[in-house]
Nanobody, 120 residues
Framework: EVQLVESGGGLVQPGDSLRLSCVVS????????FSWARQAPGKGLEWVST???????SNRDSIGGRFTIFRDIGLNTVYLRMNHLRPEDTAVYYC??????????????RGQGTQVTVSS
């Protein structure tokens, strides 16, 4: 059974950093693709970043390099490092299998999400 369990969200101030974690079970990072997506209040799901099975990454242009997706193969965990957080980054962040196309097609697996709130 595939399970994705996110953690690391919280309430932070603008300019702060957070690291989100996604512990994966039922799949290995070196044979699968994983993504982070987010959903802000009253808005649709938005793709953020993808890490492919070979370790290459793809990021949303509007993030502007503030976020970094990476993984620890030994821990079977995917991370999202978020720097210089802004109020508009406030959202529930989800870890999911596959790419943006997979996520928006409602395919694959998705975790329960972790809330990130950026507010002064």
């Amino acid at each position: 059974e595939v399970q994705l369990v996110e953690s690391g969200g919280g309430l932070v101030q603008p300019g702060d950093s957070l690291r989100l974690s996604c512990v994966v079970s039922g799949l290995t990072l070196t044979t699968s693709t994983f993504s982070w997506a987010r959903q802000a209040p009253g808005k649709g799901l938005e793709w953020v970043s993808t890490i492919y099975s070979d370790g290459s990454v793809s990021n949303r242009d509007s993030i502007g390099g503030r976020f970094t997706i990476f993984r620890d193969i030994g821990l079977n965990t995917v991370y999202l490092r978020m720097n210089h957080l802004r109020p508009e980054d406030t959202a529930v962040y989800y870890c999911a299998t596959g790419t943006a196309r997979t996520i928006f097609a409602g395919e694959g697996h998705r975790g329960q999400g972790t809330q990130v709130t950026v507010s002064s």
